[in-house]
């Protein structure tokens, strides 16, 4: 009797923990539940708790097996990954090779959004039905780093659905993917209501363990920030994301607290070094960002510990490169800024014929980085020391980036996050001399120097990991002794957390709900 | 009465299509979808491909001609961002703007109606002061201030009602309610107050003036002279004509509320109409700008037309020189 009601007392608490619900607030809404359809963070975030990859990230966010098991190159151009066995989609259909064909045909298809990502594949060929080999065009080293937000949906479902291509927003041509989702993922999606409300479910039939304890999730998103905190505050929601830097400290005291860490996007500052002279200067006659001694004079000019602190509340991280760490192809020793000094900044500018400074506009977006608009005027205020008068146009993301997309710039700030977690995608998009494929398609000042372009290249087909190491290093190096761009930092993540939870935040800023975990009290 | 109502639909619709042009007039100072569309890692051949599929390669005026021609049949094209029809996306946001403004307005009217009165009848006493001061703030503090602050004392401090989103709703058809479960109630309270203060306060202070206006005129004065009560000349008589010209306002308030409901929505993330406009503004989904601002424009010339013709029916001296014409 008593083991009886201790077993009856044991599954009541069972049940109580299995009912766990987390609600979760974003400042935006996964546009579409298509795995294909969106190349944005919080798209793929969404989805990836619903669809899966043959290879994701760990906690740690090393490359680890999902929907493969294991992977091997049997070629310089050829690798082979074994499929998982016993995996099921979320309707019941069991997952083979021909899935994963049919998904990197749609992934790299018409209407999707992910065919960048897949520009270098050229064939995925079934070998069984748990085996599959994906064909390079030309040997690439990181294709598992590559291939990790390529979604596996199910063939059969697709089909059935009309959901054979991602939906084309050009045509608006809507089919069910957008609305239902399929996926083998740990979650299902029970409810889904654009831009108000979306509702996932744990999915018992599951192949793997499920870390966290949570069975139901409620994303909803609420773009104001101040209601965002209220949200978490008010103890509406439990998580949410991102946290506005002034009110780290007050959300970091009581029921709820605030995990950070580094983003992989890197913000920082470019010159327009192309034109002979600048479009808007009062220097006439010559380009003052031709001379590396203006640029390293900006360079030293700026504060970065001011803005760190002051700017930021310490929710940045200073950088000397392109790229911070969790990014492949980081490195401590190459970390080091230049430092801050004003004399001497002064004194190269007098060097290069600018005693006295010039005067420059700087463009500036106001709502897509984390404190853009008074990190820019910052940096003019510490630009005046050395002469330098800075007009600065801050503007909406929606008139910034079509300017500075169209070089219409001298002077700008950009952030970067590479999409392949690979320094290589930073070099080839943010360095390479700009040509009108694709290379350089982000160097915005144009900068170009044929040597850097040249290891570029080798470390493009390089697939030896510690000498193509060792090339990244020498690009950034070639890079940052021509100070190239001047790199500001890392802007850090902000997740407002009620105490009653624990996640893991990882540097790309995807949230897994398998590993959200929430206490009983 | 026929000529003067084809008159004003004539008018009505001069209106529209000046407002639609304005409209994608200024879209094309907005920015470029294109850059929103497509991610980072797109090539600059998948750029000029979709420029020339969204038709944004084309002249203005071509633009715009399809545009008129798609709006005239209420079609309003695709959202660029969502890749939704524009229309389905308005049809699925604009209950909860309604529903907001209408509970707004009967809070306006239900409580700013008889403060005003009070405040008229009372003129001197303490109460009415406080009405007045109070109502001075209501008129001067920015809505998404007043939206903070309730979200602030009412949720965050007190824990009492929800700060945001419109709670459980029920469908009757395509129309979504919030107005048949508690929990839609609940929600609705902080921001129906918040976008009804302005509201209220104009309404409390025009019924304030009209009465005292009243007040003054002969016929009460006659009216008290025939010795009838002051229940039977404040109500009977005065409100009954202190009321017509704030049923006008009210009439055009409505309008002004789902229009300006934009920062009530954004503040407490109700899923209406003004929420879709800013972020179709952050992301220039200019189709769905322009066909907000063409539903808004609809919405203000129909109330206007109807008052119009209240006014007619209402005032026969307005009907003699509506027939004879201008």
Same mark, same amino acid.
């Given at each position: 009797?008593?083991?009886?009601?201790?077993?009856?007392?044991?599954?009541?608490?069972?049940?109580?923990?299995?009912?766990?619900?987390?609600?979760?607030?974003?400042?935006?809404?996964?546009?579409?539940?298509?795995?294909?359809?969106?190349?944005?963070?919080?798209?793929?975030?969404?989805?990836?708790?619903?669809?899966?990859?043959?290879?994701?990230?760990?906690?740690?966010?090393?490359?680890?097996?999902?929907?493969?098991?294991?992977?091997?190159?049997?070629?310089?151009?050829?690798?082979?990954?074994?499929?998982?066995?016993?995996?099921?989609?979320?309707?019941?259909?069991?997952?083979?090779?021909?899935?994963?064909?049919?998904?990197?045909?749609?992934?790299?298809?018409?209407?999707?959004?992910?065919?960048?990502?897949?520009?270098?594949?050229?064939? $995925?060929?079934?070998?069984?039905?748990?085996?599959?080999?994906?064909?390079?065009?030309?040997?690439?080293?990181?294709?598992?780093? #590559?291939?990790?937000?390529?979604?596996?949906?199910?063939?059969?479902?697709?089909?059935?659905?009309?959901?054979?291509?991602?939906?084309?927003?050009?045509?608006?041509?809507?089919?069910?993917?957008?609305?239902?989702?399929?996926?083998?993922?740990?979650?299902?999606?029970?409810?889904?209501?654009?831009?108000?409300?979306?509702?996932?479910?744990?999915?018992?039939?599951?192949?793997?363990?499920?870390?966290?304890?949570?069975?139901?999730?409620?994303?909803?998103?609420?773009?104001?920030?101040?209601?965002?905190?209220?949200?978490?505050?008010?103890?509406?929601?439990?998580?949410?994301?991102?946290?506005?830097?002034?009110?780290?400290?007050?959300?970091?005291?009581?029921?709820?607290?605030?995990?950070?860490?580094?983003?992989?996007?890197?913000?920082?500052?470019?010159?327009?070094?192309?034109?002979?002279?600048?479009?808007?200067?009062?220097?006439?006659?010559?380009?003052?960002?031709?001379?590396?001694?203006?640029?390293?004079?900006?360079?030293?000019?700026?504060?970065?510990?001011?803005?760190?602190?002051?700017?930021?509340?310490?929710?940045?991280?200073?950088?000397?490169?392109?790229?911070?760490?969790? $990014?492949?192809?980081?490195?401590?020793?190459?970390?080091?800024?230049?430092?801050?000094?004003?004399?001497?900044?002064?004194?190269?500018?007098?060097?290069?014929?600018?005693?006295?400074?010039?005067?420059?506009?700087?463009?500036?977006?106001?709502?897509?980085?984390?404190?853009?608009?008074?990190?820019?005027?910052?940096?003019?205020?510490?630009?005046?020391?050395?002469? #330098?008068?800075?007009?600065?146009?801050?503007?909406?993301?929606?008139?910034?980036?079509?300017?500075?997309?169209?070089?219409?710039?001298?002077?700008?700030? =950009?952030?970067?996050?590479?999409?392949?977690?690979?320094?290589?995608?930073?070099?080839?998009?943010?360095?390479?001399?700009?040509?009108?494929?694709?290379?350089?398609?982000?160097?915005?000042?144009?900068?170009?120097?044929?040597?850097?372009?040249?290891?570029?290249?080798?470390?493009?087909?390089?697939?030896?990991?510690?000498?193509?190491?060792?090339?990244?290093?020498?690009?950034?190096?070639?890079?940052?002794?021509?100070?190239?761009?001047?790199?500001?930092?890392?802007?850090?993540?902000?997740?407002?957390?009620?105490?009653?939870?624990?996640?893991?935040?990882?540097?790309?800023?995807?949230?897994?709900?398998?590993?959200?975990? #929430?206490?009983?009290? | 009465?026929?000529?003067?109502?084809?008159?004003?639909?004539?008018?009505?619709?001069?209106?529209?299509?000046?407002?639609?042009?304005?409209?994608?007039? =200024?879209?094309?100072?907005?920015?470029?979808?294109?850059?929103?569309?497509?991610?980072?890692?797109?090539?600059?051949?998948?750029?000029?491909?979709?420029?020339?599929?969204?038709?944004?390669?084309?002249?203005?005026?071509?633009?715009?001609?399809?545009?008129?021609?798609?709006?005239?049949?209420?079609?309003?094209?695709?959202?660029?961002?969502?890749?939704?029809?524009?229309?389905?996306?308005?049809?699925?946001?604009?209950?909860?703007?309604?529903?907001?403004?209408? #509970?707004?307005?009967?809070?306006?009217?239900?409580?700013?109606?008889?403060?005003?009165?009070?405040?008229?009848?009372?003129?001197?006493?303490?109460?009415?002061?406080?009405?007045?001061?109070?109502?001075?703030?209501?008129?001067?503090?920015?809505?998404?201030?007043?939206?903070?602050?309730?979200?602030?004392?009412?949720?965050?401090?007190?824990?009492?009602?929800?700060?945001?989103?419109?709670?459980?709703?029920?469908? =009757?058809?395509?129309?979504?309610?919030?107005?048949?479960?508690?929990?839609?109630?609940?929600?609705?309270?902080?921001?129906?107050?918040?976008?009804?203060?302005?509201? =209220?306060?104009?309404?409390?202070?025009?019924?304030?003036?009209?009465?005292?206006?009243?007040?003054?005129?002969?016929?009460?004065?006659?009216?008290?002279?025939?010795?009838?009560?002051?229940?039977?000349?404040?109500?009977?008589?005065?409100?009954?004509?202190?009321?017509?010209?704030?049923?006008?306002?009210?009439?055009?308030?409505?309008?002004?509320?789902?229009?300006?409901?934009?920062?009530?929505?954004?503040?407490?993330?109700?899923?209406?109409?003004?929420?879709?406009?800013?972020?179709?503004?952050?992301?220039?989904?200019?189709?769905?700008?322009?066909?907000?601002?063409?539903?808004?424009?609809?919405?203000?010339?129909?109330?206007?037309?109807?008052?119009?013709?209240?006014?007619?029916?209402?005032?026969?001296?307005?009907?003699?020189?509506?027939?004879?014409?201008?």
């Amino acid at each position: 009797m008593r083991l009886a009601l201790m077993g009856s007392a044991l599954a009541a608490m069972v049940s109580v923990a299995s009912a766990q619900t987390v609600r979760i607030a974003n400042q935006g809404d996964a546009l579409s539940l298509d795995p294909h359809s969106l190349n944005e963070t919080l798209q793929l975030s969404v989805n990836a708790n619903v669809y899966e990859s043959l290879a994701g990230r760990d906690k740690k966010m090393n490359i680890a097996p999902l929907l493969a098991t294991s992977w091997k190159q049997t070629s310089p151009t050829v690798w082979r990954f074994d499929l998982r066995k016993n995996v099921k989609f979320h309707d019941g259909t069991p997952f083979t090779a021909d899935d994963v064909v049919f998904s990197f045909a749609r992934a790299a298809g018409e209407g999707s959004d992910m065919k960048a990502h897949l520009a270098e594949v050229k064939e $995925v060929r079934k070998v069984d039905d748990h085996t599959i080999d994906i064909e390079t065009r030309a040997p690439l080293p990181i294709l598992p780093a #590559v291939i990790s937000s390529t979604a596996i949906m199910s063939k059969k479902w697709c089909e059935e659905n009309q959901a054979v291509r991602p939906v084309d927003k050009r045509k608006g041509i809507e089919n069910t993917a957008s609305f239902k989702a399929n996926g083998t993922g740990p979650f299902r999606v029970r409810e889904r209501q654009p831009n108000v409300r979306t509702t996932f479910t744990r999915n018992p039939q599951y192949w793997g363990k499920i870390d966290g304890n949570v069975q139901e999730v409620i994303f909803t998103p609420i773009a104001s920030p101040s209601t965002r905190v209220a949200a978490l505050a008010s103890g509406q929601v439990d998580i949410m994301e991102p946290v506005p830097v002034q009110d780290v400290a007050r959300l970091n005291s009581g029921n709820t607290r605030v995990i950070t860490g580094p983003e992989l996007r890197t913000i920082f500052l470019g010159m327009d070094q192309k034109r002979d002279e600048l479009l808007f200067s009062s220097v006439k006659g010559k380009n003052p960002f031709k001379d590396k001694r203006v640029r390293q004079a900006f360079y030293q000019a700026i504060d970065i510990d001011g803005i760190r602190k002051t700017i930021m509340r310490d929710a940045s991280r200073p950088t000397a490169l392109m790229v911070g760490p969790g $990014v492949n192809g980081w490195n401590a020793e190459q970390d080091k800024r230049l430092p801050y000094d004003v004399e001497g900044a002064k004194k190269l500018m007098a060097d290069a014929g600018y005693p006295s400074g010039f005067e420059v506009t700087m463009n500036c977006p106001t709502d897509r980085y984390m404190n853009d608009g008074q990190i820019c005027q910052a940096v003019a205020a510490n630009l005046s020391k050395i002469g #330098v008068k800075v007009n600065l146009q801050a503007e909406t993301k929606g008139t910034y980036f079509p300017r500075v997309l169209r070089r219409d710039t001298s002077f700008y700030m =950009l952030g970067w996050a590479p999409t392949s977690y690979d320094a290589h995608n930073v070099l080839s998009s943010l360095t390479a001399c700009a040509d009108d494929k694709g290379n350089g398609q982000f160097n915005l000042g144009s900068y170009c120097n044929p040597k850097l372009d040249e290891v570029i290249k080798k470390i493009q087909v390089e697939t030896d990991q510690p000498k193509r190491d060792a090339l990244i290093r020498e690009a950034f190096q070639i890079h940052m002794d021509d100070i190239g761009h001047l790199p500001l930092h890392q802007q850090s993540l902000a997740w407002g957390v009620s105490r009653k939870v624990d996640l893991v935040q990882l540097a790309d800023n995807f949230m897994f709900f398998k590993w959200i975990t #929430v206490k009983n009290k | 009465m026929g000529a003067f109502i084809l008159r004003r639909l004539l008018q009505a619709i001069i209106v529209m299509v000046s407002v639609a042009f304005i409209a994608f007039l =200024l879209f094309q100072y907005v920015g470029d979808p294109v850059v929103f569309l497509l991610g980072q890692d797109a090539t600059p051949e998948q750029i000029r491909q979709l420029r020339a599929d969204l038709g944004l390669d084309q002249p203005f005026f071509v633009q715009f001609w399809h545009f008129l021609v798609n709006a005239a049949q209420g079609e309003f094209g695709l959202s660029l961002r969502q890749g939704a029809k524009v229309s389905r996306l308005l049809g699925e946001r604009f209950p909860a703007t309604f529903e907001l403004a209408l #509970v707004a307005a009967v809070l306006a009217l239900v409580v700013g109606i008889p403060m005003g009165v009070y405040a008229a009848l009372k003129r001197g006493s303490f109460l009415s002061q406080v009405f007045m001061t109070v109502s001075l703030l209501g008129v001067s503090l920015p809505t998404f201030l007043i939206g903070i602050l309730l979200i602030l004392i009412f949720s965050v401090w007190l824990g009492w009602l929800p700060s945001f989103g419109r709670g459980e709703t029920v469908n =009757l058809g395509w129309w979504s309610s919030g107005l048949f479960t508690v929990d839609g109630w609940l929600h609705m309270i902080l921001p129906a107050i918040t976008l009804a203060i302005f509201q =209220l306060t104009l309404i409390m202070r025009l019924v304030r003036a009209e009465m005292l206006e009243v007040l003054r005129t002969d016929y009460i004065k006659f009216a008290r002279a025939r010795g009838l009560s002051d229940r039977a000349i404040y109500f009977g008589h005065a409100l009954k004509n202190t009321l017509v010209p704030v049923m006008t306002i009210t009439g055009l308030q409505l309008g002004g509320l789902i229009a300006f409901a934009i920062i009530t929505e954004t503040v407490f993330q109700w899923p209406g109409m003004g929420l879709l406009f800013i972020q179709a503004v952050t992301f220039a989904d200019v189709p769905v700008m322009a066909a907000y601002l063409c539903l808004i424009a609809l919405i203000f010339v129909v109330i206007n037309l109807i008052v119009d013709m209240l006014y007619v029916v209402v005032d026969p001296r307005l009907r003699v020189s509506s027939a004879g014409g201008h």
